[in-house]
């Protein structure tokens, strides 16, 4: 399988604890994005990259949330001091070339904090 | 960045009936992008829209991008079980590029 991969696809966790989830994307695509999507709602961008460089971060984007690419490749974006709000499928997406580019969305990681 | 309206939230058709989401921007948009999300699945890229007037045809689905490039609808005829999802549209934002997407249409078919 060549597409976006995402792990965990499901985490459950106590508010407080910190969790870390990683994205592999499509192997030639320098372009990685996170999102995040609430029930009934449109995916809401968070932060994305181009090769190893965060190019730019949603305001969504509190202090508990950083997101890394160390060598360009896979991706990992860490939550730390869980709260009950951050409950919600995290996605991510790659694609190729600059912007204007379709996105190759993976399954996500649906996290529940209780 | 641009923010996109998408009209109805819901739409319930019966299977052989047509449907149609429409996306309105207040702002000229560079490009607008259609996805498709099945139920329990991820967003699914359709299509992209950047020029004027812009219309493009898979198979029974129908895409037109405004005019003035402020709004963008998605038709499909003859609607099928398999069509069932919610439709986003979407459009680069940002000072560099990330996408905005709208709410979403949901779509439900009754066989």
């Known amino acids: 399988d060549t597409g976006v991969s995402q792990n965990p696809r499901h985490k459950i966790t106590k508010r407080g604890q910190n969790v870390t989830f990683r994205c592999d994307p499509i192997?030639?695509?320098?372009?990685l994005y996170w999102y995040r999507q609430t029930l009934g709602q449109g995916p809401e961008f968070l932060t994305y990259f181009q090769n190893e460089a965060q190019l730019e971060k949603s305001r969504l984007l509190s202090d508990r949330f950083s997101a890394e690419r160390p060598k360009g490749s896979f991706s990992t974006l860490e939550i730390q001091r869980t709260e009950q709000g951050d409950s919600a499928m995290y996605l991510c997406a790659s694609s190729f070339g600059a912007r204007n580019y379709e996105q190759y969305f993976g399954p996500g990681t649906r996290l529940t904090v209780t | 960045g641009q923010q996109v309206m998408q009209i109805p939230q819901y739409q319930h058709v019966q299977e052989g009936e047509d449907f149609t989401t429409y996306c309105n921007s207040s702002?000229?948009?560079?490009?607008i992008q259609w996805y498709k999300q099945r139920p329990g699945g991820h967003p699914v890229f359709l299509i992209q829209l950047v020029k004027s007037g812009e219309v493009k045809k898979q198979k029974r689905l129908t895409f037109q991008f405004g005019e003035a490039k402020k709004n963008s609808s998605l038709h499909i005829t003859a609607t099928q079980t398999t069509d069932v999802g919610t439709y986003f549209c979407a459009n680069y934002g940002g000072s560099q590029g990330n996408l905005i997407f709208g709410k979403g249409t949901k779509l439900s078919v009754k066989p």
């Open positions: 192997s030639e695509h320098n372009r």
């Open positions: 702002t000229t948009l560079s490009n």
